[in-house]
C-alpha cells in the first residue's frame, strides 16, 4: 500500500477513534471540559495535517497529553505502525 494511503487510513481510523474518546473524556470529567477540548483540538489538528514528517510530532503530543488524560494513551501507535507511516522497511 502506498505510504499516502496508509497515512490517509490511519488518519481516519485515529480521527474517529479520537472524536469516540471526546464524548468518554467529557463525560469522565465534566470539571476539565476546556483542558478535554483543547486536548482533542490539538490531537485533531495534528492527525489532519500528519505526514511523514510529523509522525514523530504526533506521537509526543498524544503521549505527552495522555499523561492528563490516560485513555488518550490508546491512540498512541505502536512501532510498526510508524514504520509503515514513515514507510520503513521491515
Not at 505510504?3 to 485515529?14: E, P, T
Not at 471526546?22 to 486536548?39: F, G, I, M, N, T
Not at 510529523?54 to 485513555?71: G, I, M, N, R
Amino acid at each position: 500500500m502506498r505510504r499516502g494511503r496508509v497515512i490517509a487510513k490511519f488518519r481516519a481510523l485515529s480521527l474517529a477513534r479520537l472524536f469516540e474518546l471526546e464524548k468518554v473524556l467529557r463525560e469522565r470529567y465534566p470539571d476539565k471540559a476546556e483542558q478535554v477540548s483543547l486536548a482533542v483540538s490539538t490531537l485533531a489538528h495534528k492527525l489532519y495535517y500528519l505526514n511523514r514528517n510529523t509522525v514523530a510530532d504526533y506521537v509526543y503530543t498524544v503521549k505527552s497529553l495522555s499523561k492528563t488524560f490516560p485513555e488518550l494513551a490508546e491512540l498512541v501507535p505502536d512501532a510498526d505502525t510508524v514504520k509503515r507511516l514513515l514507510g520503513v522497511e521491515q
